[in-house]
């Protein structure tokens, strides 16, 4: 893999030559924007950049969650640095050993739900999680293509949530799937993307990762599904869980409606059957 491989985003290129970084190629099943990269010294890192120079701070408070769990020993790469360019925001980390995780075993979910346990510290800053993540719900709720049915039960469970007691203080991933660890067979090595992690509630990431078992039963086995769910139930409370549930269909859905408007109601729909039982 070299620096004139086509399928490195340009904005990437740009960074890392702007860095003085040597590109060694982009990752078989890897995020969007992140390639591996070399220093003038040898050491292999990881850099990311999206063209959104704005991200800067968002990414910043990412990289500071990601150090204080890293500083306890918790498998997240450390964050080199984080910065901007006129086009794009970026970030240089460390490169984790292991494969991205394709299949949900029981292990494996075990794992990530007692890493995501560990997410159950102080971050050093605070967020009003309950009143942002209505508002946002509220806001994709009104302007996002939906089914009237759907939207009935999505409201609701936003209601539901309305007054129930939410941390601010903890550190939320805020995209915690399987497809975002590594394993070595048996062992997850790392847990990566901390680019949008934050303050507020923890359990957000457990419930994130009862989302995916449940809209993508094909990439989960039954059991880790069982287990994740068993972790969400036995962790928060019915509306918690229902708005968390709601929150993350409806920012999935807007996601999906800025690519295929067509497309953005079905995928709702779908989604909405898929978590029926965290969601009524």
């Given at each position: 893999?070299?620096?004139?491989?086509?399928?490195?985003?340009?904005?990437?290129?740009?960074?890392?030559?702007?860095?003085?970084?040597?590109?060694?190629?982009p990752?078989?099943?890897?995020?969007?924007?992140?390639?591996?990269?070399?220093?003038?010294g040898?050491?292999?890192?990881?850099?990311?950049?999206?063209?959104?120079?704005?991200?800067?701070?968002?990414?910043?408070?990412?990289?500071?969650?990601?150090?204080?769990?890293?500083?306890?020993?918790?498998?997240?790469?450390?964050?080199?640095?984080?910065?901007?360019?006129?086009?794009?925001?970026?970030?240089?980390?460390?490169?984790?050993?292991?494969?991205?995780?394709?299949?949900?075993?029981?292990t494996?979910?075990?794992?990530?739900?007692?890493?995501?346990?560990?997410?159950?510290?102080?971050?050093?800053?605070?967020?009003?999680?309950?009143?942002?993540?209505i508002?946002?719900?509220?806001?994709?709720?009104?302007?996002?293509?939906?089914?009237?049915?759907?939207?009935?039960?999505?409201?609701?469970?936003?209601?539901?949530?309305?007054?129930?007691?939410?941390?601010?203080?903890?550190?939320?991933?805020?995209?915690?799937?399987?497809?975002?660890?590594?394993?070595?067979?048996?062992?997850?090595?790392?847990?990566?993307?901390?680019?949008?992690?934050?303050?507020?509630d923890?359990?957000?990431?457990?419930?994130?990762?009862?989302?995916?078992?449940?809209?993508?039963?094909?990439?989960?086995?039954?059991?880790?599904?069982?287990?994740?769910?068993?972790?969400?139930?036995?962790?928060?409370?019915?509306?918690?869980?229902a708005?968390?549930?709601?929150?993350?269909?409806?920012?999935?859905?807007s996601?999906?409606?800025?690519?295929?408007?067509?497309?953005?109601?079905?995928?709702?729909?779908?989604?909405?059957?898929?978590?029926?039982?965290?969601?009524?």
């Open positions: 893999m070299a620096d004139g491989r086509d399928d490195v985003d340009p904005h990437v290129r740009q960074v890392a030559a702007d860095l003085g970084l040597s590109i060694v190629g990752f078989a099943h890897g995020t969007f924007g992140a390639v591996a990269v070399a220093t003038p040898g050491e292999e890192l990881v850099l990311k950049a999206l063209p959104d120079p704005a991200l800067e701070p968002v990414w910043a408070a990412g990289a500071e969650m990601a150090a204080r769990l890293h500083e306890q020993g918790y498998p997240n790469p450390r964050i080199v640095a984080v910065g901007s360019t006129g086009a794009a925001v970026w970030s240089l980390q460390e490169r984790l050993a292991g494969e991205v995780l394709r299949r949900l075993t029981a494996h979910a075990s794992q990530l739900i007692a890493l995501a346990q560990r997410h159950d510290i102080d971050s050093g800053r605070s967020r009003p999680w309950r009143e942002d993540a508002a946002a719900a509220r806001g994709w709720l009104d302007t996002t293509p939906i089914e009237p049915t759907d939207a009935r039960v999505l409201a609701a469970a936003i209601e539901r949530g309305a007054r129930s007691e939410l941390l601010r203080t903890t550190i939320v991933h805020g995209d915690f799937h399987h497809g975002n660890a590594l394993v070595d067979g048996d062992e997850i090595t790392g847990v990566f993307d901390w680019e949008i992690a934050g303050p507020g923890w359990r957000f990431d457990l419930v994130m990762l009862a989302f995916g078992c449940h809209v993508r039963p094909d990439a989960c086995e039954p059991s880790a599904a069982a287990l994740v769910t068993e972790a969400v139930r036995s962790t928060c409370p019915d509306d918690v869980a708005l968390m549930a709601a929150c993350q269909v409806l920012r999935q859905t996601i999906i409606a800025t690519r295929s408007p067509d497309s953005a109601a079905r995928a709702c729909g779908r989604m909405v059957a898929a978590l029926d039982d965290l969601l009524t």
